[in-house]
């Protein structure tokens, strides 16, 4: 079967713009914190018992968080882009990290390409193992860490 590459729309069936996350654990031990969203409301009139608040999108409550993310994805000329062609935007893993570590936890990345979870895990207060096949990933994750000012130790282990 022949793949619709994302930039290029399908006769057959609806373009394909999501990533499926898939969770697994070896227990039924494992940590996991709901997370609140918002949720914009059509009004604030016949809520009773809710905390209505508002911004520049109108008015909203939280609500937990849905399985359904909205999070953009990454085009070249922003500035976390960092040309990695598998990127995924940092507030995605923070999202996922915050929701199921605890700080001071390891989060690991077998295929850590341009590191973003390594930085989502410093920024949470989270240790980090990354490992990539590819030699550059290495130059990419200390310039992330170096310009966001944070103090990660990589530590490089050849195989």
């Keep these: 079967m022949e793949q619709t590459p994302a930039w290029r729309t399908s006769k057959r069936w ?9 969770f ?16 914009y409301l059509t009004h604030k009139y016949g809520f009773a018992n809710i905390d209505i608040q508002q911004d520049a999108r ?14 953009p994805a990454l085009r070249g000329n922003q500035p976390e882009a960092v040309g990695y062609p598998t990127q995924k935007p940092l507030a995605l893993y923070e999202r996922i990290i ?5 700080p001071g936890d390891i989060a690991l990345d077998p295929f850590c390409g ?9 920024r949470l207060g989270r240790q980090w193992i990354a ?15 170096e310009a966001e000012r944070l103090g990660g130790d990589v530590i490089v282990i050849a195989l």
């Design 14 to 22: 609806f373009s394909r713009k999501h990533d499926t996350i898939l």
């Design 98 to 102: 915050r929701a199921s570590s605890n």
């Design 24 to 39: 697994y654990s070896k227990s039924d031990r494992y940590t996991f914190h709901p997370q609140q969203e918002k949720s």
């Design 131 to 145: 490992m990539d096949i590819w030699d550059g990933a290495y130059d990419i994750l200390c310039g992330r860490l």
């Design 114 to 122: 341009s590191g973003t979870t390594a930085v989502a895990a410093e």
């Design 58 to 71: 109108g008015y909203y409550r939280l609500a937990a968080m849905r399985d359904v993310w909205d999070i």
